[in-house]
């Protein structure tokens, strides 16, 4: 699998975190920012209802289901 590039994630993605903090949790992305930074920031709504942040160059998109 290849990392998403900040561009590929969208908000309604279903994606799966392969670094950071929440490295193996997956579900859908709600809200996508750019920080002041410049780094694209995004919100992911896990299966159990959590939500946890993290940065879209850490995700992987794939297809629901």
């Given at each position: 699998?290849?990392?998403?590039?900040?561009?590929?994630?969208?908000?309604?993605?279903?994606?799966?975190?392969?670094?950071?903090?929440?490295?193996?949790k997956s579900g859908?992305?709600?809200?996508?920012?750019?920080?002041?930074?410049?780094?694209?920031?995004?919100?992911?709504?896990?299966?159990?209802?959590?939500?946890?942040?993290?940065?879209?160059?850490?995700?992987?998109?794939?297809?629901?289901?």
């Open positions: 699998m290849k990392t998403a590039t900040p561009s590929d994630v969208k908000n309604g993605d279903h994606c799966v975190v392969v670094g950071g903090t929440h490295k193996g859908t992305v709600e809200d996508r920012n750019t920080s002041k930074t410049g780094h694209v920031t995004i919100t992911v709504r896990l299966a159990d209802g959590d939500r946890v942040k993290t940065l879209a160059r850490s995700v992987v998109v794939q297809p629901a289901g």
